[in-house]
């Protein structure tokens, strides 16, 4: 199966160590985490991680297996690109001087969207949020204009078919628990399979 | 709320419902309602507060002081097997908690209920690189089913109920409980303890789903040649008498794990051998000959499957699995049958339409006779010089019956073990399967006993083995666990020997090992033995060792080159299984 990009959402308790337990999981495997998450979720005290790695998805949905048996992992969801509403944001650090003296820079900035968040007499720092390709373009392009400092944050995203973790929560509390699918690719072509 | 308040509340909440503990009592008293008796444990700097408690508790809980903490947690692990409980170990904080390390992997990856807890250093003193500080939190998070840090007494009593909870529900594992020398020295008002039995993260088994039963069962119906293969999770679900329904109703032919040992006895009429690398031959070539393969509570190690992209491909795979991430992991499967067995082998069961086998199992006894003309019958009643491993372990069921719980270490004893002793009853085979650890043995045999006071205890280990852990025997001399150690001596590292041998042109390279006087060192520790290296003298050997009240070690001297067939070498399918 071909690599790609996929992007891991995870639902956890918000409890000490948990970054270090699911990287664990990637890292005795050798598989590289290109950017990491971790934020509070849409349900109170509970954490959202946002893993986004590149491999095959029979890789990624055994990965999803293991990081679920974690005693404090409530879910694992594993999504393509086109299922995601997703943006990384990146800062960049400019000599003020380049951006007042050389107007391409200027409109550069404009037309990726970046906007000012310092201005000082010395270096002006710009803000913008967006895909990888576009950051990246960006970045090639302040490279010529004698960038100080950049840094991109990690991949967050939301997923397009995802109703939210509060009814799925209820799920997992003692009152209404729910039963679970294991995925498997025999049982979903159902009739194929079972004749002999 | 000002601090007036609190002092004027708060003495009046606490004559009412709390009375005051230390967090070290606290614990004590978690492990006596969680119903624990034995604690294998050795103390040091961090963990005086709760030894310091434990000389209180003296009456209703046994500590069995061992000589090294490995040892502790191998015993923990033997108790654990042989009693079906949890099984807990105590230790001090650094070199004393990281000599755990390889007994929790063991039982990782073995799915064992253990409980350790661990001293650590003061709450002030963590990342100070203090005196035996070590982060044994992260370096046990890979081989532990959970850990946690406690630096609060208040937390210790909902912790530990966690721990044992996440222990022994769901597949068991190792649960670390690393708690300060400050928290088990801090005073705080305790509100009794209760039990949980719900964390709303962690579902330790799924409800079962209809649809999978009956998928399974229509499968299981259609075949023409159906086959179950088992391995421990029949044991950790208590479900022998389950699993034995189900195969009987159904007239399949049923092949163990190594680990699945002992949950069928032995010479139930469709049970036809071992799986895997050193297992039966019929099994192993059975699996590329069956139409539906049933996969009973074990995870398709290497060690069972051979090469995977030749293993079973001409079957459909239903497999029935306490952990969703063991399905689909190595093998593909049909129909996930995910839950416990003990609920979903009955509803199986209860499905089965009765099928008439016999014919297809008559296939499996006609290759066993290949097998016993070819190895086993040699094996056992060999008519070289030096005896065989083989021969010793036939001897050892002639005389216990097949009713002693029988432990290995790790190597070719282990295999030969594995292959021929018999297991008249569940929780009776006692080894390292899945990380294969040399050691383990001897401390692992002190718990099994411990752990089923009343039966044998014998301990089967290799002269290798047994000098990797050799000073549990002072454990024994002290608190008198009458284990019956039987050494199988080639005077080799047999098993790499015969990798060697077989793969590396002979070139044996460190596999000469020389072992001091056995039964001196036995002696030594006050213990009885006895050493033998001929024929005549084994069936009397043997019935002494057993009819001895008390330890005994027995040194028997066997072939030095002798090999475990037949065998699955390494990157070859199953089918492909050497005889010789």
């Known amino acids: 199966m071909e690599k790609q990009e996929y992007t891991i959402t995870l639902y956890t308790e918000n409890s000490i160590g948990m970054i270090g337990r699911i990287s664990g999981i990637f890292s005795r495997r050798k598989i590289n985490i290109e950017s990491l998450n971790t934020s509070p979720s849409e349900v109170e005290n509970i954490h959202r991680f946002t893993i986004l790695i590149t491999e095959s998805e029979e890789v990624v949905r055994k990965l999803c297996r293991q990081i679920e048996k974690q005693v404090e992992v409530l879910k694992a969801y594993y999504n393509t690109d086109e299922e995601l509403i997703w943006q990384e944001q990146a800062l960049y650090k400019v000599p003020t001087d380049v951006i007042a003296e050389k107007a391409p820079v200027e409109r550069l900035l404009r037309e990726y969207g970046a906007s000012a968040v310092v201005i000082r007499n010395d270096y002006t720092v710009f803000e913008t949020a967006g895909h990888r390709e576009e950051i990246d373009k960006l970045t090639a392009e302040l490279t010529k204009y004698r960038l100080i400092e950049f840094v991109r944050g990690a991949r967050i995203a939301i997923i397009k078919d995802s109703a939210g973790f509060h009814s799925k929560l209820k799920q997992f509390e003692r009152e209404e628990p729910a039963p679970e699918m294991v995925e498997n690719e025999f049982l979903d072509q159902g009739d194929k399979v079972f004749t002999m | 709320m000002s601090t007036l308040e609190k ?32 604690i294998f444990g050795y103390p040091g700097g961090a963990i005086m507060p709760i030894y310091d408690a434990l000389y209180d ?71 100070t690189d203090a005196f035996q500080e070590t982060d044994i939190i992260n370096i046990t998070t890979p081989v532990t089913k959970w850990n946690y840090q406690v630096t609060d007494a208040t937390e210790i009593p909902s912790v530990l109920a966690k721990a044992f909870y996440i222990a022994q529900t769901g597949r068991p594992g190792p649960v670390l409980i690393d708690i300060t020398k400050s928290a088990q020295l801090q ?29 399974a069962a229509a499968l299981i119906n259609e075949a023409k040649k159906p086959f179950v293969i088992f391995g421990q999770g029949v044991i950790l679900g208590q479900a022998e008498q389950d699993f034995k329904n189900f195969i009987e109703k159904g007239g399949f032919p049923a092949a163990t794990t190594v680990m699945g040992l002992s949950a069928l006895e032995t010479s139930h009429p469709q049970h036809v051998g071992m799986l895997g690398m050193h297992g039966n031959y019929a099994p192993n070539v059975m699996t590329n000959e069956c139409d539906v393969l049933i996969a009973v509570g074990m995870r398709f190690d290497d060690r069972v499957t051979g090469r995977l992209d030749k293993y079973a491909k001409q079957a459909k795979v239903i497999h029935l699995d306490i952990d969703p991430a063991e399905i689909d992991k190595n093998v593909k499967t049909t129909v996930p049958v995910w839950g416990d067995c003990k609920e979903t082998l009955p509803l199986l069961t209860g499905l089965l339409q009765p099928r008439d086998h016999r014919a297809w199992l ?81 401390p692992a045999a002190i718990g099994a006993w411990y752990g089923a006071p009343h039966r044998d205890v014998v301990a089967i280990i290799g002269d290798g083995g047994i000098q990797m852990t050799i000073q549990e025997l002072g454990t024994i001399m002290q608190f008198g666990a009458k284990v019956k150690i039987l050494i199988l001596n080639n005077e080799f590292l047999g098993m790499v020997r015969q990798w060697q041998q077989l793969f590396h042109d002979k070139r044996y390279s460190f596999v000469n090992i020389t072992s001091p006087d056995f039964v001196a060192v036995a002696k030594g520790y006050y213990i009885d033995g006895n050493k033998i290296s001929e024929r005549k003298d084994l069936y009397n050997a043997v019935k002494t060792m057993l009819d001895h009240d008390g330890a005994y070690l027995l040194e028997v001297m066997v072939g030095k080159e002798n090999n475990v067939f037949p065998m699955v070498a390494q990157g070859t399918s199953v089918s492909e299984i050497r005889l010789k």
């Not at chain 2, 070290?24 to 978690?30: G, N, R």
């Not at chain 2, 990281?98 to 650590?120: E, K, R, Y």
């Open chain 2, 7 to 38: 002092t004027e509340t708060k003495p009046q909440e606490e004559t009412a419902t709390t009375t005051q503990l230390s967090g070290s009592q606290a614990v004590l008293e978690a492990l006596i309602h969680e119903g624990v008796d034995t």
């Open chain 2, 57 to 127: 508790y003296n009456e209703k809980l046994t500590h069995i002081l061992v000589r090294h903490e490995q040892g502790g947690i191998h015993a923990a692990q033997g108790y654990a097997r042989t009693s079906g409980r949890v099984g807990v170990a105590f230790a001090t904080s650094g070199p004393g908690a990281t000599n755990l390390v390889t007994g929790l992997a063991d039982a990782m990856i073995d799915s064992n209920p253990i409980v350790c807890i661990t001293g650590q250093v003061f709450a002030s003193l963590l990342g």
């Open chain 2, 187 to 215: 005073l705080f008002g305790y509100e009794g303890y209760s039990k949980c039995d719900h964390i709303r993260s962690y579902r330790p088994k799924p409800i079962v789903r209809k649809e999978y039963i009956e998928q």
């Open chain 2, 362 to 442: 008559a296939q499996f006894r006609e290759l066993e006779k290949e097998e016993i003309k070819e190895v086993i019958h040699n094996e056992l009643n060999p008519t070289t010089e030096v005896m065989t491993m083989g021969e010793v372990i036939r001897v050892l069921n002639e005389v216990s019956g097949g009713d002693a719980i029988i432990v290995t270490d790790v190597g070719q004893h282990q295999m030969v073990a594995c292959r021929y002793a018999q297991f008249n009853s569940s929780k009776s085979n006692v080894t390292s399967g899945g990380l294969g650890t040399m050691g383990f043995g001897l």
